[in-house]
């Protein structure tokens, strides 16, 4: 068996690879600045505490049981066009990048996405498929999810028209205790400052911040603000 190639602490500037093959490789606190990749193929590759953008585009590649890993990991800025990401494992990393029809298969945990206006990236998302992945403990912070097909299990979809979802969630905050009280405020986006819509919650995230009663009242909430519940085209 042929040892795994480590690479640390390297920046990579304006290098270009189109066609290339790279496998069994471990990448650690390493930056790619404006490099470039065309129709390359990643497999078994394990980027921790990486950026891999920073006007870094990537076209027509191909990942397959990749990971981008660690709180110092983000796809920083980079731009990802017809890239297929199989089997891949994506936790404690920013989503701050452009990706334009592209599919994801894997796991995702405690990924944030952000929108327009964000100082911590934004999040663009332009016809991708996500509905092979598996999410935990991912928070969608405005991101345009317009044009995903989103998994059909792990995450729920509530609309937000002109903040309406979030103020029902504000008139029930008295009926609950503290603890739910806090959890409802950041379910609902309630000092978010601007109107996320919609609103796009993981289920795992419900069963870790609500008890029991909190839970029944949010559900009785999102009962009419659910994609297809009746004030979704309000």
């Known amino acids: 068996m042929n040892a795994r190639q480590r690479i640390v602490g390297e920046r990579w500037e304006k290098r270009r690879f189109s066609g290339q093959e790279c496998s069994d490789l471990d990448f650690a606190e390493c930056s790619f ?30 990942l397959k049981r990749c990971s981008l890993t660690g709180k110092y990991s983000a796809f920083s800025e980079g731009s990802f066009v017809d890239c297929d990401f199989q089997d891949f494992v994506l936790r404690s990393a920013s989503m701050d990048a452009r990706f334009v029809r592209c599919r994801f298969t894997g796991r995702w945990q405690a990924v944030f ?24 403990n991912v928070m969608f912070y405005g991101a345009d999810v317009g044009s995903v097909v989103l998994p059909s299990t792990s995450v729920r979809v509530f609309s937000n028209p002109n903040g309406a979802f ?12 503290e603890d739910d009280r806090s959890a409802l405020r950041v379910l609902g986006d309630v000092d978010a400052g601007r109107v996320l819509d919609p609103k796009i919650i993981c289920t795992d995230v419900l069963d870790s911040m609500l008890s ?23």
């Open 113 to 136: 996405l952000y929108g327009e206006g964000s100082p911590l990236g934004e999040t663009v998302f332009d016809d991708v498929d996500l509905s092979g992945t598996e999410m935990r």
């Open 212 to 234: 029991a009663d909190g839970r029944r009242v949010f559900e009785s909430v999102a009962e009419e603000w659910e994609a297809d519940g009746p004030g979704a085209d309000a």
């Open 33 to 62: 600045h404006r490099c470039s990749f065309i129709e390359c193929t990643f497999t078994n590759v394990r980027f921790k505490n990486c950026y891999l953008g920073f006007g870094s585009k990537y076209e027509r590649c191909v």
């Open 166 to 177: 979030s103020a029902a969630i504000t008139r029930v905050l008295d009926s609950v205790s």
